[in-house]
């Protein structure tokens, strides 16, 4: 299990180079020695699979501890298989796989051609982008930033940071114990936190699910479905023709921002507040207990399914001034694959 930072880089080379630095924190010197003695940095393999192990494992004890930061240069075609308990990954211009499993590490990832798997039990950030392959992030952390990823992502975990995400290309699925998303394309951006999620450009059909956030979306197409348990909504489409929407909130005042010019079937409702209709005829106002509704139909469309059980709801015409919501601003093992390592520099 390595200890320490690691940055591995791809290049036009049939070698691998390990360059860094080791340290090793003991209370003498005696202790030091003996821990360097028992626990060797070494290189092994052959042209088709190169093993780099520091046995920081091998050193028990507390009152020793052995680091090592290495600057790695392998083939663009090498596949990257990471274990360690402690310290930063920052891998680029890889095109094969590359996993990571480690009990704490930040994880940078650019330029990747192939697959990345990530499977980290504590993380401060993680961040990615330009990875051709699938993405998939399981564990517990802060900061996640994905931006031109072209395969599917798979996110599984706590993540209690800024969740950013850009330019995807296929599927997204996240699952967290207070939050869920999914949706099929992400031409625009999402970005969501403690508080606060907000979205543009998101192709679905999309589904959100979540306990205490304000939501914004704009400029969504396709199907969408969101189930809030504490928060605000506001709903911009933007585009016509218009697609099916489905959204509750226990709690919180909802807007609907409904393009010029498109057909649907609306019901808006509260059951404890009050409604606006800014939209106008033929769309009605109706009371109902302790709420009210807006009903109605502008011809042959979707149903637009709204209500809060306690809050306002507000139906208007969308305008020229409505523009896209915006995000604000968020033991090593390296096996490589037959291809050509005829030598190994360190």
Do not use: C, W
């Amino acid at each position: 299990s390595f200890r320490g930072n690691a940055l591995i880089t791809g290049a036009d080379t049939d070698t691998v180079k390990v360059t860094g630095h080791r340290s090793i924190r003991s209370l003498d010197q005696n202790g030091a020695d003996n821990a360097n003695r028992v626990a060797p940095f070494e290189i092994a393999g052959d042209a088709n699979d190169v093993t780099i192990r520091n046995n920081q494992e091998r050193v028990s004890g507390g009152n020793v501890r052995l680091t090592a930061d290495m600057e790695i240069v392998v083939p663009k075609g090498a596949v990257i298989e990471a274990h360690g308990r402690y310290g930063d990954f920052d891998i680029t211009d890889v095109n094969g796989n590359v996993e990571i499993i480690s009990d704490n590490a930040g994880v940078r990832l650019q330029n990747l051609g192939g697959d990345a798997r990530l499977d980290l039990r504590r993380s401060d950030v993680i961040r990615a982008s330009g990875v051709k392959g699938a993405l998939d992030v399981k564990g517990t952390g802060s900061d996640i930033d994905l931006s031109g990823i072209q395969g599917a992502v798979t996110i599984n975990g706590t993540y209690s940071g800024v969740i950013q995400f850009r330019a995807l290309e296929k599927p997204m699925r996240y699952k967290g114990p207070q939050t869920e998303l999914s949706f099929e394309k992400l031409p625009g951006q999402v970005r969501f936190a403690l508080g606060d999620f907000t979205g543009s450009g998101i192709v679905g059909p999309t589904t959100l699910s979540t306990r205490s956030k304000d939501i914004q979306l704009s400029d969504f197409t396709n199907s969408l479905e969101i189930s809030l348990q504490r928060g605000d909504i506001e709903l911009r489409p933007m585009r016509v023709p218009m697609s099916r929407i489905d959204v509750t909130t226990r709690s919180g005042d909802i807007e609907l921002a409904i393009p010029q010019n498109a057909k649907f079937d609306l019901n808006a409702s509260t059951a404890r507040g009050d409604v606006t209709n800014d939209y106008g005829s033929p769309l009605r106002t109706e009371n109902e207990n302790r709420g009210a509704a807006i009903k109605g139909s502008t011809g042959a469309g979707p149903a637009l399914n709204i209500r809060t059980e306690r809050g306002q709801v507000v139906v208007r015409k969308a305008s020229s001034d409505d523009k896209p919501m915006s995000s604000q601003d968020t033991q090593t093992q390296v096996p490589v694959p037959a291809g050509g390592l005829k030598k190994i520099e360190q």
